[in-house]
C-alpha cells in the first residue's frame, strides 16, 4: 500500500455539512484522500459516517454546504450518476444484488449501465476476475454466501473507470474469518493503485488495511492519522465506551 501511495489529493471534501431540518447530521467535515491510499472511517452509531458517503457520492442527496472535488473537478452539486461516471463509486451496507439474476448477470447489468455499446461481457468478467468470483459467474446470486454477496457489489462498483471506491461497512455481518478474506480482497485491490474509503465498525480490519484513519463523532471529524495513533487516542476510546454505556 504505502510504496504506491501518492501525495496527490484525488479527493477533497471541504467543510461539508448536511441537515435534516434542525438536526445536523454532518458537519463542516474536512479532510483529504490522496491517490491510491485506503482511508478508513469509524465512529460510533449515528456519527453521520454513512450521511457522508451519500454526500460525496449525491445519492440519494447532496450536501447542504461545503466543497467536494474529484480530482480537480467540483462535484458537491451534480446528481449522483453524472458523479458516478466521473468515476466516484460506492458500496451500500443492504444487499444490492439482483437474487434471481446471475453472478456474471448481475455484473453485466453494472458494465452495461456504466459502459454500454461493446466490451461489457469482457468488463463484466473482469470485475468478477478482480472480486474473486469468476468461479461463482453461473450461480443464481441469491444462492450465494454473505461474502460473495458483498464482493459482488464490490464487483459492480468497479466497472469502467473507478477513481475512487466508497465501501459502507463491507464487514458488516460477516464472521471473523470472511472479515479476513473481505481484508484480503481490499488489500489486492489497494495494491493496483485503487483509491479507497471504507467505513467500518469492524476496527481490526481497518487498522490492517487502512493508511489512515478518521473517528468521526456527532456529525464531526474527531480525529484523524494512522490507524494505531488514532486507535490509541484516548477522545477515541471515550467515544467508544460512551457508546458501549447505557
Ligand atoms: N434522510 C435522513 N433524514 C433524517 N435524519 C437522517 C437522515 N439520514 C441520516 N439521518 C440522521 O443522521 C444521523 C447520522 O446517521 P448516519 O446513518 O450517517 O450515521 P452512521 O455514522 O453511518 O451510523 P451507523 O454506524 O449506525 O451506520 C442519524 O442520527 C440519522 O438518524
Redesign the pocket.
Known sequence: MTMTMHDRVLLSVREVSRS?DS?Q?VRQVTFDVHEAEVLGIA?P????????FNLLSGVP?SASGGQIELDGRRIERLAGHRICRLGLRRTF?ADQVFPELTVYENARLAAAYLRGGRGVRREAMKVLERTGLLALADARAGDISVLAKKKLMIAGALVGDVQVLLLD?PAGGLDAHDQDELASLIETLSSTGLTIVV?E?VLSLLRRVADRMIV?VA?EVLVTGRPEDVLADSRVVEAYLGEASP
Open positions: 435534516f438536526y447530521a465512529g452509531n449515528g456519527a453521520g459516517k454513512s450521511t457522508l442527496f451496507q461497512e467505513i465498525h468521526m456529525g
